[in-house]
């Protein structure tokens, strides 16, 4: 695991430096943890998500290492996933938005017939409400706001996330705990009331 770590920071300081091969090199190494990532992010998607996570995954990484992102100066292997988790983000919410559109349905939703006719059905999060009060969060609490996106977008563990803010363990801790409550508490007041 620790050779596969430190592989990938040198390809990515090979991307860097304009190694033309080394691209194809980053993607073997990378894949699965990509693919996890997408899993879960895709798992906590509404009921009716056409994405896949193969889908995601590919889209991702021609986002991170395409002709635009080529040029992105890596600092190692939690910025590339960081960054990864960020672009996850941004996709997923594009789709959203995209099939909010009333030209593609709207407000109709597709349903799958199992899960329609579940006795219970878990609690779905809603990506767009989430971004939206992300950006408020951003706007009042910038380093607050980035551990959220680590966390939850990129998949890094708290250790991890600390590490890729510079700052210690006790500050992401206390960070994690005040963003949770304040998006919760944003979400809450943006949702619209029981009929």
């Given amino acids: 695991m620790m050779k596969a770590m430190s592989d990938v920071t040198q390809i990515l300081s090979r991307i860097e430096s304009g190694d033309p091969t080394a691209a194809d090199q980053l993607l073997p190494l990378v894949y699965n943890e990509l693919r996890k990532l997408a899993a879960v992010r895709l798992a906590q998607e509404k009921p009716g998500q056409t994405l896949q996570a193969t889908a995601l995954v590919h889209e991702t990484y021609m986002r991170l290492l ?55 059905e878990p609690p779905s999060l809603d990506l767009l409400a989430l971004d939206e009060a992300l950006s408020k ?45 304040w998006l919760y508490a944003e979400m809450a007041d943006n949702r619209p009331d029981p009929p």
């Avoid at 988790?85 to 199992?114: P, T």
């Avoid at 708290?158 to 705990?177: C, D, F, K, N, Y």
């Fill in 66 to 120: 395409g002709p635009a992102g080529a040029k992105q100066p890596w600092d190692g292997r939690g910025h590339f996933f960081a960054a990864a988790g960020e672009a996850m983000r941004r996709i997923l919410v594009e789709q959203a938005r995209y099939k909010g559109r009333l030209k593609h349905g709207g407000e109709w939703q597709r349903v799958d017939l199992d899960s329609a006719c579940a006795v219970s």
């Fill in 137 to 181: 969060l951003a706007a009042v609490e910038p380093a607050k706001s980035e551990l959220v996106k680590l966390r939850f977008f990129a998949g890094l563990t708290m250790p991890e996330a600390a590490a890729a803010l510079g700052i210690s363990l006790a500050t992401a801790e206390r960070h994690w705990t005040f963003a949770r409550s």
